[in-house]
C-alpha cells in the first residue's frame, strides 16, 4: 500500500514537473509577446519610458 | 487631470526632478542628452493629482535637433496647464536663454532654480525675488538631487496653472518690436495660439513657420529688406539671439553675486585639468577601467599573491566550510571584491541546487523529471544568477563614474581620438550606454544629427560589451585563467573589454573611408560639475539592473534551458537518449564545420558543436550562452567516466574544455566572436528601428562579417603568432584600396565639379 502511495506521489511530482516546464516555456514566450505590445525591452534594460518601440512602428508604418 | 511639463537645458537636472516628483527610476546620467525623448509620471503628493511630462533637454525652441522638435511640439500641440523651466542655477544666463523664448508662449510657465545648494555652496548668492519680479513669472528655488524646495515649487506651479497667462517677450525692447507685434497682430486674427511665438519664430526664419504662414513671411521679408545695410545686413536669427543674450546680461547678471574671483579655479576645473589632459587624460582613464575590472574580475587582489606570494587553500576538514572559506581565499590569492560577490552567490545556489536535487528524488519524481529540474532548469538559471552580484558590483563602479560626471569628460578626451577615426565625441554617450544595455544606447542615437553618423554608431554599439555578455566574459576569462597559470581573468576581461572599443573605432574608420563618407560633425559639450554620487541614484540603477536581470532569468533562460535540455536529451523519435544521439547533436554537428577557422569547429570533435549551439542560443539573450554550457555540461560529463562535471562557479566551462580539448585561443575567439556578432533580438529589433530602410540587412551582414573574420583572425594569431604578419600584410593591402579608392572617389567629385 505505502508502495503504491509512494509511485503515486512519484507519478503526480513527475505530472507537475512536466507540465511546470511547459508552463514556465508558455509563461516566458507570453512574458516577450506582453512586453513587446507594451513598448518594454525584452532584454530587460529601462528602455520602456523612452517608448523606443513606439517610434519603430510609428517609422514603418510611414 | 492637471498636466506639467518639465523643460530645460540638457543636463540641468530635468529628470532628477521627474524622479523626485513621480516616484520613476528613469536613467539620470550626470551629461548632457540622457533623454533624448519626452517621458510621463504622476505626481500625488498635492491635493490633486498631477501628469508630470519629462521632455528632452534643450537649448532653444528651433526645430534644429529632434529633441528640440518633441519640446516644442509638446508644448504647442498638448498645452500643458503649467511649463516648469528647470534652470540650472550655476550656469543662469546660458539657462536664461531659453527661459526667454518660453515666456513667449501663451502658457503659465514657473522658473525652478536648480542646483541652489552647488550656489549656496560656492558662496555665491542669487535673489530669485528680484529674477521674479524681472521675469515676471513665479520662481521657485530647489534642489532636485537632495529634495529640496519642491513641494514649494509645485505650489507655484499649481497656482500659476489657475491663470490664463499670454506670452511676453524681451524682444519688446528691441528695434524688432514693431515688426513682432504686427505678425503677433495678423496670427491673432487669424486665431493662432500662442501668436507671438510663431511671430518670433517666423522673423527667425524657421522653415516650418515659414511654410505655414506665407502672408506674414511677406512682411518679415520687407523688415529684412529696410535692415539689409545695418548691423546684421538682415540676418534676424543673429539679431534676435543677441538681442536675447544683451537683454538677459543687462539685466539677470546683477541677480547672481559671486563670492569668488572670477579667475579662481574650482575644484572641477582643477580635477579637469589632470582628467581631461591632453597626453594624460586618455592613459589615466585606461587606468581607472582597469581597476574596475580588477576589483571586479581579479583572483588575486592587487597582485599580492604574485608579488607577496600571499595565496592558500585553507582545508578545515568540513566540506561546506572549506567551500565557505574558498570564497574569500584561494591558491590564486586574495579575492577581489566582485569575485567575493560571485563566490557568495555561487555558495548559495550550489546549496539550493542540493536542495532541489534532494527533494525532487525523495519526492521520487522520474529520472528524466530529475535531469529536468537539475541539469535543465535549474543550471540553466543558476548559472546566470550565479554571476549577477558580480557584474552588479562592475555597474556600481561605472554607475560612481557616470554620477559623478567624469563618463562626459571621457566622451571629451575621447573626442579628439575618435575624430581621427571619423566619429565625433558625441557618439560616444550612446556607445558607453551600449556597456549596459544596447537598446537605450541605439535609441539615445537619436540625438545624433548626421544620418551616416547615426548608422555607423548604432552598428558598432553592439562592440561595447554589455550586461548580458560580461558573464561570457566572467566565465570564459575565470576558466581560462584557472586552467592557465599566468593568464589573470582581470587582465583578460579588460583586454577584451578594450578590444571591442578599438573594434567599434577601426570599423568607423573603415566605414568612413568606404560607404559612410562625409565630415565629423563638430562636438560641443557642457561639461557637468563633479559631484559625489547620490546613494539613492546609484541604487536605483542597481535595482533597475537586479530586476531586469532576475525577470530575464526566470523567463528567457529558463525557457531557453528547458528547450536546450529537451533537444539534449531526446531524439528525433521522441525517445529519451543520450546526448550524442539527440536532436541538438544532430543539429551541432551539422553546422560544426562553419566554426573551424574560429578555433571552435570540427577540431574539437565530437563535443565541439557546443560552443556552435551556445553563441545560436545567445541571439535570444546573451546570457542564454552561459546558461546552455550549464546545462549541457552535466549530459557530456555522463559520458565520461569518473570526470567531473564541474556544477558550481566556472567549473562546466573548465569541464567543457577538457571535454571538448578547446584551447584557451579557441575560447577567446568565442568570446570575441560572441561579442562582436548580432547582439540580441531585442537590440536587434532597435537598432532596426533607429536605421534608415533598406540599411538593417547591410548592418546585420556587418555584424556576421565583422565577428567571423575577426574571430578567426584572434584565433589564427593566437595560434601562431607568425599569421599576424601575413594579416598585416593583408590589412595593409586592404587600406591601401580603401585609400586609393578614395583618392579615386575625390578626384571624381573635383572632376565633376569642374565641369
Known amino acids: 500500500m505505502s508502495n503504491l502511495l509512494l509511485s503515486a506521489v512519484g507519478t503526480a511530482v513527475t ?37 523606443g518601440r513606439c517610434h519603430t512602428q510609428k517609422k514603418d508604418k510611414e | 487631470m ?48 498631477v501628469s508630470v511630462v519629462d521632455l528632452p533637454g534643450i537649448y532653444s525652441l528651433s526645430p534644429y535637433t529632434p529633441e528640440e522638435l518633441i519640446a516644442r511640439n509638446f508644448i504647442l500641440e498638448e498645452k500643458p496647464d503649467c511649463v516648469i523651466n528647470i534652470v540650472d542655477a550655476t550656469n543662469l544666463e546660458r539657462n536664461l536663454y531659453l527661459t526667454t523664448q518660453l515666456l513667449e508662449m501663451d502658457v503659465p510657465v514657473v522658473v525652478a532654480l536648480n542646483m541652489m545648494d552647488a550656489v549656496r555652496k560656492k558662496g555665491d548668492a542669487l535673489d530669485s525675488a528680484r529674477l521674479e ?51 503677433t497682430i495678423a496670427l491673432r486674427g487669424e486665431g493662432i495660439s500662442h501668436p507671438l511665438f510663431h511671430a518670433v519664430k517666423l522673423a527667425e526664419g524657421d522653415e516650418e513657420e515659414v511654410k505655414a504662414h506665407p502672408q506674414q513671411m511677406q512682411t518679415v521679408r520687407a523688415f529684412q529688406k529696410q535692415c539689409a545695410g545695418e548691423e546684421f545686413a538682415g540676418d534676424l536669427e543673429a539679431q534676435i539671439a543677441d538681442a536675447r543674450y544683451k537683454y538677459i546680461t543687462a539685466r539677470f547678471s546683477a541677480v547672481l553675486t559671486r563670492s569668488a574671483k572670477p579667475n579662481t579655479l574650482s575644484g572641477s576645473d582643477k580635477a579637469d585639468r589632470v582628467l581631461t589632459h591632453r597626453i594624460w587624460g586618455i592613459p589615466l582613464f585606461l587606468v581607472i577601467l582597469f581597476g574596475i575590472f580588477h576589483l571586479t574580475f581579479g583572483e588575486d587582489l592587487f597582485y599580492l599573491n604574485a608579488i607577496f606570494k600571499i595565496g592558500f587553500d585553507v582545508e578545515t ?13 584561494s591558491s590564486a590569492g586574495v579575492s577581489s571584491p566582485g569575485v567575493i560577490l560571485f563566490n557568495l552567490m555561487d555558495f548559495v545556489c550550489s546549496l539550493a541546487g542540493d536542495g532541489i536535487a534532494n527533494g525532487v528524488s525523495a519526492a521520487g519524481a522520474a529520472a528524466w523529471a530529475q535531469g529536468l529540474v537539475n541539469d535543465g532548469i535549474w543550471a540553466g538559471v543558476s548559472g546566470v544568477l550565479s554571476f549577477i552580484p558580480q557584474i552588479l558590483f562592475l555597474f556600481l563602479l561605472l554607475s560612481i563614474l557616470e554620477d559623478s560626471g567624469y563618463m562626459a569628460r571621457v566622451a571629451f578626451i575621447l573626442d579628439r581620438a575618435f ?21 537605450p544606447a541605439a535609441v539615445n542615437t537619436r540625438t545624433l544629427a548626421d544620418e551616416k553618423e547615426r548608422i555607423m554608431t548604432n552598428r558598432v554599439i553592439p562592440f561595447f560589451t554589455c550586461g548580458a555578455k560580461a558573464p561570457i566574459l566572467a566565465a ?33 574608420a573603415v566605414m568612413r573611408q568606404t560607404t559612410m563618407r562625409g565630415e565629423v560633425a563638430p562636438f560641443i559639450m557642457e561639461l557637468p560639475a563633479y559631484h559625489l554620487p547620490q546613494f539613492r541614484s546609484l541604487m536605483v540603477h542597481l535595482w533597475d539592473k537586479l530586476k531586469h536581470y532576475v525577470q530575464k532569468a526566470f523567463t528567457i533562460i529558463v525557457a531557453s534551458s528547458v528547450v536546450i535540455w529537451f533537444l539534449s536529451n531526446f531524439a528525433w523519435n521522441w525517445q529519451m537518449v543520450e546526448i550524442q544521439n539527440s536532436i541538438l547533436y544532430d543539429i551541432g554537428a551539422f553546422v560544426q564545420w562553419v566554426c573551424t577557422p574560429m578555433g571552435f569547429g570540427v577540431q574539437l570533435g ?33 559520458l565520461i567516466p ?3 562535471d564541474g556544477e558550481s562557479g566556472i567549473g562546466p566551462v573548465v569541464a567543457l574544455m577538457e571535454a571538448t580539448g578547446i584551447t584557451w585561443q579557441g575560447l577567446v575567439a568565442f568570446t570575441v566572436f560572441n561579442m562582436l556578432t548580432i547582439p540580441c533580438f531585442a537590440a536587434a529589433a532597435t537598432v532596426r528601428g533607429e536605421t534608415p530602410k533598406g540599411k538593417f540587412r547591410y548592418t546585420v551582414a556587418f555584424w556576421m562579417l565583422t565577428s567571423y573574420f575577426t574571430a578567426t583572425a584572434v584565433y589564427l594569431v593566437l595560434s601562431w603568432w607568425w599569421t599576424a604578419f601575413i594579416l598585416l600584410a593583408l590589412a595593409a593591402l586592404f587600406v591601401a584600396y580603401i585609400i586609393l579608392r578614395g583618392r579615386r572617389a575625390a578626384c571624381r567629385m573635383r572632376c565633376g565639379a569642374e565641369k
Open chain 2, 419 to 439: 575624430r581621427k577615426f571619423g566619429l565625433s565625441g558625441r557618439a560616444f554617450i550612446p556607445m558607453i550606454m551600449g556597456f549596459g544595455c544596447s537598446v
Open chain 2, 317 to 329: 576538514g568540513n566540506d561546506i566550510l572549506n567551500s565557505f572559506v574558498a570564497v574569500f581565499f
Open chain 1, 15 to 51: 505530472i507537475a514537473i512536466a507540465v511546470l516546464a511547459v508552463g514556465l516555456v508558455v509563461f516566458a514566450v507570453w512574458y516577450q509577446i506582453r512586453c513587446k505590445k507594451k513598448g518594454k525591452g525584452s532584454c530587460g534594460c529601462d528602455c520602456s519610458s523612452c517608448g
Open chain 2, 606 to 638: 565530437q563535443f565541439g558543436w557546443v560552443f556552435v549551439v551556445a553563441a545560436v542560443t545567445g541571439l535570444i539573450a546573451k546570457e542564454n550562452v552561459i546558461s546552455t554550457f550549464y546545462v549541457l555540461a552535466p549530459a557530456i560529463g555522463a
Open chain 2, 2 to 49: 492637471l498636466k506639467f511639463a518639465l523643460a530645460g537645458n540638457p543636463n540641468c537636472g530635468k529628470t532628477t526632478l521627474f524622479n523626485a516628483l513621480t516616484g520613476s527610476t528613469a536613467h539620470v546620467g550626470n551629461w548632457p542628452g540622457v533623454t533624448v525623448d519626452k517621458r510621463e509620471g504622476v505626481y500625488k503628493k498635492g491635493s490633486v493629482p
Open chain 2, 642 to 644: 569518473g570526470w567531473d
Open chain 2, 476 to 508: 570564459v576569462c575565470g576558466a581560462i585563467a584557472a586552467q592557465y597559470a599566468g593568464i589573470n581573468a582581470d587582465l583578460l576581461v579588460f583586454a577584451l573589454y578594450l578590444f571591442g572599443m578599438a573594434m567599434a573605432v577601426l570599423s568607423v
Open chain 2, 133 to 183: 519680479k524681472e521675469l515676471g513669472v513665479p520662481v521657485a528655488e530647489i534642489s532636485a538631487l537632495r529634495g529640496e524646495g519642491i513641494g514649494d515649487l509645485m505650489q507655484c506651479a499649481y497656482k500659476a496653472a489657475q491663470k490664463k497667462r499670454e506670452g511676453s517677450s524681451v524682444l519688446a525692447h528691441s528695434s524688432l518690436s514693431h515688426l513682432l507685434a504686427d505678425v
